[in-house]
């Protein structure tokens, strides 16, 4: 079993950039698929981008296309999510979760882990 451990959310102003992290313990990272996902009260948890494995494919959503990119660094345990140009709509709590199956794709049903969340606050 794994442990996701999400950090680097805070206040941003608009156009700003700001990475996320999320640190695995427990279990080597690299037996994962790895996506971050977001929710605003109110709304659905929201697929941002994904990642497979080895960090060969990615998949991203139209949201953060072009602006968000998703990395991992297995011998660190790590999955990162490079947020650039930031909006005030990008306000979120954002989760990274993580799939025994390897998988990256939009579903939350896919994935059997879950960190506690970081959020992110744009102002404009």
């Known amino acids: 079993q794994v442990q996701l451990a999400e950090s680097g959310g805070g206040l941003v102003k608009a156009g700003d950039s700001v990475r996320l992290s999320c640190v695995a313990s427990g279990r080597a990272l690299d037996f994962y698929g790895v996506g971050w996902f977001r929710q605003t009260p109110g709304k659905e948890r929201e697929f941002v981008v994904g990642i497979s494995r080895y960090g060969g494919r990615t998949l991203d959503a139209d949201s953060g296309k072009g602006r968000f990119t998703i990395s991992r660094d297995n011998a660190k345990n790590t999955v990162y999510l490079q947020m650039d140009s930031v909006k005030p709509e990008d306000t979120a709590t954002y989760y990274c979760?993580?799939?025994?199956?390897?998988?990256?794709?939009?579903?939350?049903?896919?994935?059997?882990?879950w960190g506690q969340g970081t959020r992110v606050t744009v102002s404009s």
């Open positions: 979760a993580a799939s025994s199956q390897g998988t990256y794709g939009v579903e939350s049903g896919l994935y059997d882990y």
